[in-house]
């Protein structure tokens, strides 16, 4: 299985960390965030990875090179200008091909195990979804007994930003254009094609400044 990165966002609740540097770069336990994330996934087996950049695009090309030093291959999806989170998977789905791939947010920071990343028959994607936090109290969808996600219902998660996505799901969308992701998964729920896990362990949304301070305390008194 193939994975995506997303990591084409400006980063603007960073600021002023993001001023000259781009999130994925950004230090945390002696190494940029996005490393963490390709150490995690080659760890786990993934070897193929795709990379969306955007904002200060060159600067993660530049420090990722082709991903080599950190046992993956890498490739980029350049965007002139974001294009939200399907419409950049529909611009990289040349990269990505026709099988699911597994799908990672580079602003967050989990210990989910991601060799268990899986997609079953029929579905359209599969989300990982953690407990609710602080700074998102309403969640993101239901999750049901039978591991079936919903966009109503109660209690509610918070979608972690962790998943597999089949190409199916973006593949209609036209190339270039800005397009979020959320009202798919909806529109997919909706038929009964979403799935979904409850990650209890550890997850930071690595949102601000900080959410940045508190992984790196985090991770270096481990």
Not at 156 to 173: K, Q, S
Request: net charge negative.
């Amino acid at each position: 299985m193939k994975a995506m990165i997303l990591a084409a966002g400006l980063g603007t609740r960073m600021r002023p960390l993001t001023d000259h540097c781009p999130k994925p770069l950004l230090p945390v336990a002696g190494k940029p965030l996005i490393v963490h994330h390709l150490e995690r996934l080659a760890a786990a087996g993934f070897r193929d990875i795709v990379i969306n950049v955007s904002y200060r695009a060159e600067q993660i090309i530049e420090a990722l090179g082709d991903g080599g030093r950190y046992g993956v291959s890498l490739t980029f999806s350049l965007e002139e200008t974001p294009l939200e989170t399907a419409g950049g998977l529909r611009h990289a789905l040349d990269q990505l091909g026709d099988s699911p791939f597994a799908l990672v947010n580079g602003d967050v920071w989990t210990d989910f195990p991601l060799s268990r990343l899986a997609l079953a028959d029929g579905d359209l994607a599969s989300l990982v979804m953690v407990d609710t936090a602080d700074f998102h109290r309403r969640g993101d969808f239901h999750l049901d007994r039978a591991g079936r996600l919903h966009a109503d219902g109660e209690p509610r998660l918070i979608y972690a930003g962790l998943g597999v996505i089949h190409p199916a799901l973006i593949a209609p969308l036209p190339d270039g254009e800005p397009v979020k992701l959320a009202p798919l998964l909806v529109e997919a729920m909706q038929a009964g094609r979403v799935g979904g896990y409850h990650h209890r362990g550890e997850w930071v949304d690595v949102g601000t400044p900080a959410r940045l301070a508190e992984l790196e305390t985090r991770l270096t008194q481990a």
